[in-house]
């Protein structure tokens, strides 16, 4: 009961931003100019959160490299499995 509890406080707002890049992710990461669009910009923040959570953690190297294979190969939805289901502490 503990986990479910732990796994819902951890869903709300996940749920809402995959909610949201769901809906982004029917567009470009690029405009026409090459610059990035809102859903490009949203990507690279995740991204960019996922990875320095992983660096933080006291993990061995092969838990990180899992991880951080599983973020690359995955853009959008890696960045959310990590954060949902990577039982990192705090």
């Known amino acids: 009961m503990h986990q ?3 796994l819902a406080s951890r869903l709300t ?3 809402l931003l995959s909610s949201v ?6 567009c470009s990461r690029y405009n026409n100019n090459g610059s990035l669009s ?7 923040i995740l991204a960019i959160y996922a990875v320095i959570s ?3 953690q006291d993990w061995s190297l092969g838990k990180k490299l899992i991880w951080g294979i599983v973020i690359w190969f995955f853009p ?4 959310i499995i990590y954060l949902l289901f990577s039982g990192r502490e705090g």
Request: charged share 5%; hydrophobic share 60%.
């Open 54 to 56: 992983l660096l933080k």
């Open 13 to 15: 707002i996940p749920a």
């Open 38 to 44: 809102i859903a490009g910009v949203i990507y690279l």
């Open 21 to 26: 890049l769901l809906l982004a992710t029917g």
């Open 4 to 6: 479910l509890t732990n």
């Open 76 to 79: 959008i939805g890696g960045s």
